[in-house]
Every structure is written in C-alpha cells, then in structure tokens.
C-alpha cells in the first residue's frame, strides 16, 4: 500500500505563483512514474504534468511554459511549480504514483488551487 498526502494549494491572484508538494510513504519499490492532475467543477479529472522513471518530463498543452514538475527521489516527493497562474487554472489538484510491473496507480486526497481575477 502507498499513501500521498498533497500540501501547497491556496489562494492566489493572476499572474502568481504557487509550489504543490506531494509526500509518498509505504510500500514503494520501484516508481514508474508521478504526476499531477486536476479536476475543475463540472469538468472531468485531466493530467497537468507527469515526470517518468527515466526523467522525462510531459505537460497538458495549457500549462507548458508555465508549469515545472520536479521529484526528489530520495524523498519520494513530487512538486509543481506553478507560475503566471490564470483563473482557469482553477481545481483541485490530485498527486498520482504509478509503480510495479503493472504500474498500480495510487491517489493523493487532492489540494485546492484558486486563482481570482
């Protein structure tokens, strides 16, 4: 079993910045990957960002430019820096880790990002 636990969200105005943190605990072995997603009211749940095993790094079309994610490996933590933040960036914002052969995928209770005009 894996826990993550998301800190960092708030409450921001355009053009700011926040820094999402998620720690990951128990049964980790061999992380294929980890992400961020989010999901706005009334919408599906859709990926920001996600940085695999080997490093790579992917982003949604909506946030590149603006958006970096980082791991701390020997932590097993997860950030997002976000920067120029706009009122449609915002959600709750989900951590998600896939490991194993099958890349069982777990789930963060999720952090609130608000973004005012």
């Known amino acids: 079993q894996v826990q993550l636990v998301e800190s960092g969200g708030g409450l921001v105005q355009t053009g700011g910045s926040l820094r999402l943190s998620c720690a990951a605990s128990g049964s980790i072995f061999s992380i294929n990957f980890m992400g961020w997603y989010r999901q706005a009211p009334g919408k599906q749940r859709e990926l920001v960002a996600i940085i695999t095993r080997g490093g790579g790094t992917h982003y949604q079309d909506s946030v590149e430019g603006r958006f970096t994610i980082s791991r701390d490996n020997a932590k097993n933590m997860v950030y997002l820096q976000m920067n120029s933040l706009k009122p449609e960036d915002t959600a709750v914002y989900y951590c998600?880790?896939?490991?194993?052969?099958?890349?069982?995928?777990?789930w963060g209770q999720g952090t609130q990002v608000t973004v005012s005009s």
């Open positions: 998600n880790l896939g490991q194993g052969q099958g890349s069982d995928s777990y």
